[in-house]
């Protein structure tokens, strides 16, 4: 008798568990909503090209409205950089990871983010992606900046700022 309703239980389980889980981790769920603004070092919007960046290969690139704007949907489960470019001001790159627990990938997340550009004098700067200045992770139920990473980052950056500005163009004359 224990038998026969141990083995009832066991597939009333199965019968019910399994398919659930099953589907769950076969359909996509989720993904992180990134609504950005780009402004110069006076606060006011920047039109700016964004280039997102998987491994050393562009994935995707796209425009900012006039004033700076842009949105962008990125897939869980993944790790892209995402570029920030402006003429003659010094790029700058965001490393966003998506990696979470697929038991919290049950809803869409959403980060806003204003990102500062800052003019580079008359040296020109080229996208650079082993400069990133801030890292976008899952923490604590939601997707937030790696302050530790921004602050050390940012320190960088302003001393590779102050070195642009003390270099000189110099014209060869032929």
């Known amino acids: 008798m ?3 309703v141990k083995a009832i ?5 199965y019968l019910a568990y399994v398919p659930v889980n099953c589907a769950q981790t076969s359909k996509e769920v989720g993904s992180l909503f990134l609504s950005g603004k780009v402004v110069n070092e006076k606060k006011r919007g920047l039109e700016a090209k964004i280039y997102i960046y998987k491994g050393g290969d562009i994935i995707d690139e796209f425009q900012t409205t006039r004033i700076g704007k842009f949105d962008y949907e990125m897939p ?9 470019y402006a003429e003659g001001y010094v790029s700058k790159t965001l ?5 979470i627990h697929p038991a919290r990938q049950s809803k869409d997340h959403l980060f806003p983010f204003f990102m500062d550009l800052h003019p580079i004098g008359r ?3 080229h996208i650079d ?4 200045v801030g890292r976008i992770k899952y923490f604590g ?3 937030v900046y790696d302050n530790k990473f921004t602050e050390e980052s940012n320190e960088d ?3 590779f700022i102050k070195e642009r500005k003390r270099l000189k163009v110099r014209t060869i004359d032929d």
């Open 2 to 4: 224990r038998i026969v």
């Open 9 to 13: 239980l066991v597939t009333i389980f």
């Open 76 to 84: 869980m489960q993944d790790s892209v950089a995402l570029v920030i």
């Open 95 to 99: 490393i966003i990871t998506t990696k």
């Open 123 to 125: 040296v020109p700067a």
């Open 129 to 132: 992606l082993e400069r990133p």
């Open 141 to 143: 139920g939601q997707f």
């Open 157 to 159: 950056l302003k001393e």
